[in-house]
Nanobody
Framework: QLQLVESGGGSVHSGGSLKLSCVASGSALGGYGIAWFRQAPEKEREAVSCLGVGADSTHYADSVKGRFTISRDNAKNTIYLEMNDLKPEDTGDYYC???????????WGQGTRVTVSS
């Protein structure tokens, strides 16, 4: 069973950068689709970016295009989300998700908090 642990959140000012990591254990990450979601206070969880099993299949929410980059390192069993030019509206809890395409089973991490002040 896939287990995910996020890290790298923190507090930054507008225009700052953070790089989130999500380390997987229990299974090899290479066979899973991966994604980052976020949830702002009192708002629904929303998808930020996703990456298919093939590294050439990436998608970004319009609000983060050009600023965020999703990547995976299968050798380290780790997912990354590099976030640049952060804005206060990027504030929230960020979660990584792994999706087993064969069973459609989703696995979630516990989240890491990002706070961006103006």
């Amino acid at each position: 069973q896939l287990q995910l642990v996020e890290s790298g959140g923190g507090s930054v000012h507008s225009g700052g950068s953070l790089k989130l990591s999500c380390v997987a254990s229990g299974s090899a990450l290479g066979g899973y689709g991966i994604a980052w979601f976020r949830q702002a206070p009192e708002k629904e969880r929303e998808a930020v970016s996703c990456l298919g099993v093939g590294a050439d299949s990436t998608h970004y929410a319009d609000s983060v295009k050009g600023r965020f980059t999703i990547s995976r390192d299968n050798a380290k069993n780790t997912i990354y989300l590099e976030m640049n030019d952060l804005k206060p509206e990027d504030t929230g809890d960020y979660y990584c998700k792994g999706l087993d395409g064969a069973t459609q089973t989703a696995y979630w991490g516990q989240g890491t908090r990002v706070t961006v002040s103006s």
